[in-house]
C-alpha cells in the first residue's frame, strides 16, 4: 500500500510539473517577440514567478508581467547607480547583509528607526537599487530574498506615510513577485501595531503570509526565526552572537564593484552611462518595449 502511494504521489508531482512548464510555455507565447533588456528579463524563472503569483492564470500573469515590462522601461532600475542615492544609506537604514540565510538566500536589512531623510521618491529609488542589488547577488538557482526588521528606535515620527507605504509596496508585489522568501519584523514597539493594521491591508494574501512577527520573550516566533537563519551569523540585534556593522565606505565600495557585475548582466558600458544626479540630470528617452497586444 506504501509503495502504492508512493508512486500515485510522484506521479501527481511530476504532472504538477509538467503543468507549470506547460503554463511557462503558454505564458511565453502569449507575451509575444521582445527586445531590448525585456529578452534578459523574461527568463523561464520570471515567468514561473509571475504565474505563481497570479496563481498559475496565464491572462492574469501576462497582465502582471507586461505591467512590469513598462515600469521597468521608464522607471529603468537597472540604470540607478549608487552616487544617485548613497546619501539614502549613510545611517545604515537599509542594506544587503554580508551573511546569507540557510537556504543561501540574500538578506536585506532594514533599520527604519535611523531614518536619515525626507524625499520619499528617493526612498523608494534606494529600497528599488538594493533589491536589484540583492537579486543580482542571489546564487543560481535562488529567486528568493529575506529581510530582517529592526525596530530599534522606531516611533511614528520616523515612519513613512501610509500612501508612500502603499506605493512601496505596489511595486514591490507587482513589479518583483515572489521575491521575498520571508520578511522577520523583530520586536516592533506596541505603538507600531496602529501603523500595521492600515499597511497590512495593502498585502495580498500571499505577502502577509511571509511577514512574520518575532519577540524575544516568545520563544516560538524566536525558533521561527532560527529555523531560517545561523544564529552565528545573526546579528545580536536579532537575537543571535554576531556583530552587526555598518560601514558606509566600504558598503559604497561594494555597490559600485557590483554595479560592473550589473552593468556585464544588462548589456551596457557602465562607463558611458549617463550621470542623473537625483532627477535633475539628463534623462535619455525610455527603451522601447515590444509587446504583444492584448488578445481580443
Known sequence: ?????????????????????????????????????????????????????????????????EETLKWRST??????????????????????????????????????????????????????????????????GQEQMAWLIDFTGWSLSTSVPIKSARDTIHILQNHYPERLAIAFLYNPPRIF????????YFLDAKTFQKVKFVYPKNKDSVEV??????????????????????????????MVQDEGKSATLWGFDDKVQHVRIGHSGAE???EPVNIAPPAS
Open 1 to 65: 500500500m506504501f509503495r502504492l502511494w508512493g508512486s500515485s504521489h510522484h506521479d501527481q508531482e511530476e504532472n504538477d510539473v509538467l503543468r507549470k512548464d506547460s503554463k511557462v510555455k503558454e505564458l511565453n507565447v502569449e507575451i509575444g517577440p521582445l527586445s531590448g533588456r525585456s529578452v534578459q528579463y523574461c527568463t523561464d524563472a520570471c515567468l514561473k514567478r509571475y504565474l505563481e503569483a497570479r496563481n498559475w492564470n496565464v491572462d492574469k500573469a501576462k497582465k502582471m508581467l
Open 75 to 140: 522607471y529603468r532600475p537597472e540604470e540607478i547607480r549608487w552616487n544617485e542615492v548613497a546619501l539614502e544609506g549613510e545611517t545604515g537604514k537599509l542594506f544587503r547583509a554580508s551573511f546569507h540565510d540557510r537556504q543561501g538566500r540574500s538578506v536585506l536589512i532594514m533599520r527604519p528607526g535611523f531614518q536619515n531623510t525626507k524625499s520619499i521618491e528617493d526612498q523608494i529609488r534606494h529600497l528599488v537599487y538594493l533589491i536589484e542589488n540583492a537579486i543580482l547577488n542571489l546564487p543560481e
Open 193 to 200: 501595531e496602529a501603523f500595521w493594521k492600515v499597511v497590512k
Open 225 to 254: 526565526m532560527r529555523s531560517y537563519f545561523d544564529e552565528e551569523n545573526l546579528p545580536i540585534e536579532f537575537g543571535g552572537k554576531a556583530t552587526l556593522q555598518y560601514d558606509h565606505e566600504e558598503f559604497s565600495k561594494l
Open 284 to 286: 535619455v528617452a525610455p
